[in-house]
């Protein structure tokens, strides 16, 4: 009996441990607060700049490196969906006073969801006031939110956006050209600074009502001036006749960002034909 009593208690006295250990690794780095900037939505997904602040002596944190499982990153949506996030994993070099920038990346995000309501990012700082005996490596984890997510930018026919949040889609003009059909339109850069935007030429596709599939080219330059429209074209091989595409995509990647791919997307789209 005694033998019982004496396991019974061992195992509640390591329950107990356990579960300190986890609080104490479920908390942040003392002194290190962590500032959410606004989020931007980049083609099917978002990512969500945040600035650490050190307010205690200088250390290195491991960002998004810690070792519980796939699942240590993560966001609670609007919708009561969780999701996981891609994390810049990288070493800070984090010292008193001086701001360091990093980011989340949520690569499925639907477009009706207009909130996170809760962040989580994990991670370790071993030589941080977070390393202590039972927690050696200095796990941490932040919780956070709610984090607002801005609404798709649509282009002006209404069933058309460019998946990016530096640029604008401009109107687009449906061209026959033989058997092809031609899709002229602008894309401009609304940021302060120039851009590059590459473009895979045959990538992309294009539906038919009755689920044809349709091969496609594009033209676009590299370059993306601040403030200036530039025109691009993409060609819909042998979709001259076709009066309504249930979908077209056609893929950009930006190089200038870790989470790199853009897209323009068209739904239900009936082309208004005009010639040049």
């Known amino acids: 009996m005694k033998k019982i009593i004496f396991l019974v208690l061992a195992a509640f006295m390591s329950s107990i441990?356990?579960?300190?250990?986890?609080?104490?690794?479920s908390t942040p780095i003392p002194k290190v607060d962590i500032e959410l900037l606004p989020a931007k939505r980049l083609n099917y997904g978002v990512i969500i700049p945040f600035r650490w602040h050190n307010e205690c002596d200088d250390f290195d944190i491991l960002v998004g490196n810690r070792s519980v499982g796939d699942d240590a990153t993560y966001a609670i949506l609007d919708s009561g969906e969780k999701v996981y996030m891609?994390?810049?994993?990288?070493m800070i070099e984090s010292k008193n006073g001086i701001p360091h920038l990093s980011y989340l990346f949520l690569p499925t995000v639907p477009w009706k969801v207009n909130k996170i309501t809760t962040l989580v990012i994990e991670g370790r700082a071993p030589n941080s006031p977070k390393s202590t005996k039972n927690n050696y490596y200095g796990e941490y984890a932040y919780k956070?939110?709610?984090?607002?997510?801005?609404?798709?930018?649509l282009g002006p026919t209404g069933t058309s956006a460019f998946l990016h949040p530096d640029f604008t889609l401009g109107e687009i003009k449906a061209v026959p050209l033989g058997s092809d059909l031609v899709l002229e339109y602008t894309l401009t850069n609304n940021s302060s600074k120039d851009k590059k935007l590459y473009v895979d030429s045959f990538k992309g596709f294009a539906y038919d009502?009755?689920?044809n599939k349709y091969s496609m080219s594009t033209e676009s330059p590299d370059a993306f001036p601040s403030g200036i429209p530039v025109k691009v074209s993409t060609t819909v091989h042998n979709g001259s006749g076709i009066t309504k595409f249930t979908g077209?995509?056609?893929?950009?990647?930006?190089?200038?960002?870790?989470?790199?791919?853009?897209?323009?997307?068209?739904?239900n789209f009936k082309p208004e034909l005009t010639t040049n």
């Open 144 to 153: 956070l939110g709610p984090v607002d997510i801005p609404k798709v930018k």
């Open 209 to 211: 009502e009755d689920g």
């Open 17 to 25: 441990g356990i579960m300190a250990r986890e609080d104490e690794w």
């Open 248 to 267: 077209i995509e056609v893929p950009f990647r930006d190089p200038s960002l870790k989470w790199d791919t853009c897209c323009l997307r068209l739904w």
């Open 86 to 90: 891609y994390i810049d994993n990288h």
